[in-house]
């Protein structure tokens, strides 16, 4: 059975954002440390504020001994099928950032580290993979057991792993695995302002 993706852009645009989607239905394939880093090296390539690079990536691959640990920060509902991913990764923004001698706060840091969350995962799709972001996990505890540093701001979790075939899907599976849609452009993108502006 081949995958349809049943998501229609309005407007020309490359194929790889439509493709780009979050399934939680994962093969429990163990994603190649080189193939980890090709999507960081995405990552690096994101604009960032006075390029200060505020993203930082914590991972752990299956099969590994730091799996265990970063699958337990996950909440019950995620490590339920987060456990078939082939990568667990934290990400991490630093909330200052050097403007000369001066270490000053950021006031985009968690944008920026967003930017690099896309291409990260963008590039993990041109790979073959996909990535799933969670909000879904102990911050607090993450932040302890990864040694995050003062002055960091912990963003998101991701699941990263080869997606199951639609057709080896169950049926309780395929109802819920298909790429959902998205709100139309006049929702959001407004010429000259919001309604009411006053220009």
Do not use: C
């Amino acid at each position: 059975m081949t995958f349809v993706n049943p998501r229609q852009p309005d407007h020309e645009i490359d194929p790889l954002f439509i493709e780009r989607w979050s399934p939680r239905a994962f093969t429990g394939e163990a994603v190649p440390e080189a193939e980890l880093l090709r999507m960081f090296e995405a990552a690096r390539w994101a604009p960032s504020s006075y390029n200060s690079q505020p993203w930082r990536f914590l991972y752990a691959l299956r099969d590994t001994p730091h799996w265990a640990p970063f699958l337990d920060l996950l909440v019950p509902a995620n490590q339920a099928w987060a456990k078939d991913a082939g990568a667990l990764i934290i990400l991490v923004s630093n909330t200052h950032m050097k403007m000369g001698d001066v270490l000053k706060p950021s006031e985009s840091h968690s944008l920026d580290a967003g930017a690099a969350s896309a291409n990260f995962q963008l590039q993990a799709v041109r790979q073959g993979w996909h990535a799933h972001g969670m909000g879904g996990f102990d911050k607090e505890r993450a932040t302890t057991l990864l040694a995050v540093p003062e002055g960091s701001h912990v963003e998101a979790a991701y699941a990263v792993g080869r997606a199951v075939p639609q057709a080896d899907l169950t049926d309780e599976q395929r109802a819920k695995e298909t790429p959902n849609g998205r709100r139309p452009i006049t929702d959001f993108a407004f010429a000259g302002g919001f309604p009411g502006a006053k220009l």
